[in-house]
């Protein structure tokens, strides 16, 4: 029997190894191959696709039971799709929605999604609480209990002052992000309805920072918070570490990255959600080789007392 030196045993190791993750690499269904869902997806899915059908998991994770990215700390959360629970939202009509954001976790504001079905209709909200609706997938009407209404697609929203009476309807399936807060009332200032659609907002001047922004409410003194729609291209990233009293919630539509939030550093996909507490330091980079858009809820012209 012919024996080698010890280096040459370790070298044919070495070799097999290599040749084992070669073949795993490059075979369909491996570690480093991304699914064909994913590779021959095209751009013939809707602008937010992703997110109401979302990558739940690496590929290589798929079987590993309990995974999840998700994290719940004092001061932030990162809520990500896998974890989503959905049921019937109370007094909505054949709607299912996942809530997101609540008062249970220190915010003073609610985020959910929700997924309406055939012939679903809205529930108002409860008293002086007012709500955003922005449109992630199909298409809603919004009316206003008299004969005017309006047809939502993706990439449109809508503000619905405290109580304000009104419903959304859709005949179809389609997919709604919600914000809802209990109106924080201001001398004789009060909100209007807002409709309108991310496209037809100019681009705001943002010094020192190179990201492209969008605030989809009017910044006068009524409104309590606003909406912001924040593009990166890959490799971009936030100049300023923030540090504020202001809440945030956020919806990743597109792209990927890197989120730091307190002393956690979390990578972060098209569909998760995030809550920002008061004063966590926060910063975003974006990763991957296509823009990144998410869109961010900011409470605004109140005094923090």
Sequence with gaps: MQRFPPLTYLFVFFLSISSSIFEVAVSEEGFCSAPSSVINGGNSRGLYWKVSNPTLAPVHLEDLPGFTRSVYRRDHALITPESHVLSPLPEWKNTLGAHLITPAMGSHFVMYIAKMQDSSRSALPPVDVE????????????????????????????????????????????????????????????????????DKH????????????????????????????????????????????????????????????????????????????????????????????????????????
């Design 202 to 305: 100019q681009l705001l001047e943002i010094p020192g920072e190179i990201f492209e922004l969008r605030k989809l409410l009017p910044t006068s003194t009524a409104y309590d918070f606003n909406i912001h729609i924040m593009d990166f291209q890959p490799g971009e990233f936030l100049n300023v570490k923030e540090v504020h009293y202001n809440q945030h919630g956020l919806l990743l539509l597109e792209g990927q990255g890197i989120y730091r939030l307190g002393d956690s550093w979390y990578p972060v996909q098209a569909g998760d959600a995030i809550w920002m507490a008061p004063f966590v330091p926060q910063w975003y980079a974006a990763l991957g080789k296509s823009r990144t858009r998410y869109l961010l809820y900011k409470d605004v012209n109140r005094n923090p007392l």
């Design 131 to 198: 709500r955003f609706i922005f449109v992630v997938d199909g298409a809603v009407t919004l009316s206003n209990g008299s004969e005017n209404s309006h047809n939502l697609m993706v990439d449109s929203y809508a503000y619905l002052p405290p109580n304000f009476q009104h419903s959304i309807d859709s005949g179809a399936s389609a997919t709604l992000v919600v914000f809802e807060r209990r109106y924080s009332y201001l001398g004789d200032y009060l909100p209007e309805l807002t409709i309108g659609s991310t």
